[in-house]
Structures are given as structure tokens and as C-alpha cells.
């Protein structure tokens, strides 16, 4: 798979609004026994980014934005139901995106991936607000939030949600991550704004989680065993 040539043919499918083309395309490439793990990172993800740029930049029309943004959303959804699948439980996320179909195109892809390696994610979309996101953050006990593909204008209320759960300190093992939409146009704005890690694509985000997840656990046992040590020691010292 050639894939600068395979990303033009799927996106110009894609803008005209021939659907059918669009997934038949994709269908000569599941033929071929590409993973479509790979087709959403190699591929999909980049189309999304492309059709963002354009059209922020009016070099795409409102109708093939939307032509593309809705029918790429649902060919990747699609695709998710043949990812391999990892049974067992990687943590828990709670996850917001931006306002933009775009937007939450970006985050689906993510978010499929993301259930494919064992997390248990919750998706809220865009247009929810911090005190919410403080208390669902309460309720669904989730051990990281991320904030994928958010709009520029996103960012000031991302700051601030940030600064208010550091303020409170009721999270203190919470994750942070960022990544994606503003934080791949503006690099560093995840660090500067408080993030603990930020990610540019979907499998970064999920690399970056999973090595996150190995760290929590090798660092809970290794103090399980220092402890266990300290006990035994105080043992045969009594």
C-alpha cells in the first residue's frame, strides 16, 4: 500500500460525496489483509487532519467538509469492529473533544482505538462544562482525562479546568493527557497549559497511556514488596 497515493484516492471519494466509491475503496484495502488498526492511524487519521487544515484555511467547501467528515466518521467506526481487541481492563478515561464534526471525527477514531486496548472510555463530545467534567471526573472515578482534537477556542476553558482540578487536589493520581486538534497546531500549548502528556496522533495516545498504565503498575508493586520487606524486617527484629 503506497500510502500518499491511497490517502488522495479515499480523499477525493471523500469531498465529492461519493460514498459509495468511498467504501468500496476502503474495501480493496481490507482485502488486502491490511490491519485496520493501520488503516485508522496510517490513514484515516491523516485524511481527518487534512480536512481540517483545508477547511480552516477556506480551501475546502462547507458541502465537501461535511460530505467527507460524515462519511469518513462512519467508515472508521466500521473498521473498528475488526480491531483486535486486548480483554482485559487498561484503566478508565473520561474524554472531550471539540465543538467541529471534524473535531469529533478526530476524537472517534481515537476513541475506538482506545477501546480496543482495554480501555473502558467515556466519551462526552464537546460543549460540556467544567463543573461537569468535575463532577462526572468524581463519578466515573476515572483515572485520566483526555482532551483530543479541541478547537483554539477550547483552550482557555481547558486551562482553567486544569488549574481548578490542581487547585482542588481531590484527583491526585489523575492523568492529564492532551493531544490532538489546537495542540498539534500550537506545539507546547498542552505543557504550558498544565498537561502531564500530550500526544499528536491516536497511536501515540494510546502508547502514551499504555506507558503510563506499565509505570502506575510497577510502581504499586514495587512498593507493595518495599512494604512487605519492612514488615518481615520488623518481624524478625521483634
Given at each position: 500500500?503506497?500510502?500518499?497515493?491511497?490517502?488522495?484516492?479515499?480523499?477525493?471519494?471523500?469531498?465529492?460525496?461519493?460514498?459509495?466509491?468511498?467504501?468500496?475503496?476502503?474495501?480493496?484495502?481490507?482485502?488486502?489483509?491490511?490491519?485496520?488498526?493501520?488503516?485508522?492511524?496510517?490513514?484515516?487519521?491523516?485524511?481527518?487532519?487534512?480536512?481540517?487544515?483545508?477547511?480552516?484555511?477556506?480551501?475546502?467547501?462547507?458541502?465537501?467538509?461535511?460530505?467527507?467528515?460524515?462519511?469518513?466518521?462512519?467508515?472508521?467506526?466500521?473498521?473498528?469492529?475488526?480491531?483486535?481487541?486486548?480483554?482485559?481492563?487498561?484503566?478508565?478515561?473520561?474524554?472531550?473533544c471539540g465543538p467541529t464534526e471534524g473535531?469529533?471525527?478526530?476524537?472517534?477514531?481515537?476513541?475506538?482505538?482506545?477501546?480496543?486496548?482495554?480501555?473502558?472510555?467515556?466519551?462526552?463530545?464537546?460543549?460540556?462544562?467544567?463543573?461537569?467534567?468535575?463532577?462526572?471526573?468524581?463519578?466515573?472515578?476515572?483515572?485520566?482525562?483526555?482532551?483530543?482534537?479541541?478547537?483554539?477556542?477550547?483552550?482557555?476553558?481547558?486551562?482553567?479546568?486544569?488549574?481548578?482540578?490542581?487547585?482542588?487536589?481531590?484527583?491526585?493520581?489523575?492523568?492529564?493527557?492532551?493531544?490532538?486538534?489546537?495542540?498539534?497546531?500550537?506545539?507546547?500549548?498542552?505543557?504550558?497549559?498544565?498537561?502531564?502528556?500530550?500526544?499528536?496522533?491516536?497511536?501515540?495516545?494510546?502508547?502514551?497511556?499504555?506507558?503510563?498504565?506499565?509505570?502506575?503498575?510497577?510502581?504499586?508493586?514495587?512498593?507493595?514488596?518495599?512494604?512487605?520487606?519492612?514488615?518481615?524486617?520488623?518481624?524478625?527484629?521483634?
Amino acid at each position: 500500500m503506497h500510502l500518499e497515493s491511497t490517502i488522495e484516492q479515499l480523499f477525493q471519494h471523500l469531498v465529492s460525496g461519493d460514498r459509495r466509491r468511498a467504501h468500496a475503496f476502503v474495501a480493496t484495502l481490507t482485502a488486502q489483509n491490511i490491519p485496520a488498526e493501520r488503516l485508522a492511524n496510517d490513514i484515516y487519521w491523516p485524511i481527518h487532519e487534512m480536512l481540517v487544515k483545508l477547511f480552516k484555511k477556506d480551501q475546502l467547501s462547507r458541502i465537501s467538509y461535511n460530505y467527507a467528515t460524515r462519511a469518513l466518521r462512519q467508515i472508521a467506526h466500521q473498521g473498528s469492529m475488526t480491531y483486535t481487541r486486548v480483554e482485559r481492563s487498561a484503566g478508565r478515561i473520561l474524554m472531550f473533544c471539540g465543538p467541529t464534526e471534524g473535531e469529533e471525527l478526530g476524537a472517534q477514531i481515537a476513541v475506538d482505538l482506545l477501546d480496543a486496548a482495554g480501555y473502558e472510555v467515556f466519551f462526552a463530545g464537546a460543549g460540556v462544562a467544567n463543573d461537569e467534567v468535575l463532577e462526572e471526573l468524581a463519578s466515573t472515578r476515572a483515572g485520566t482525562l483526555v482532551l483530543w482534537a479541541s478547537a483554539a477556542s477550547d483552550a482557555p476553558a481547558i486551562r482553567a479546568l486544569i488549574d481548578q482540578i490542581k487547585e482542588i487536589g481531590g484527583h491526585p493520581n489523575l492523568r492529564i493527557v492532551c493531544g490532538g486538534g489546537v495542540f498539534n497546531r500550537a506545539l507546547g500549548l498542552a505543557e504550558e497549559i498544565g498537561a502531564d502528556v500530550s500526544a499528536t496522533t491516536p497511536a501515540a495516545l494510546v502508547s502514551a497511556l499504555t506507558s503510563l498504565e506499565t509505570a502506575a503498575v510497577t510502581g504499586r508493586i514495587s512498593t507493595t514488596a518495599t512494604a512487605s520487606t519492612t514488615r518481615r524486617r520488623s518481624s524478625k527484629a521483634a
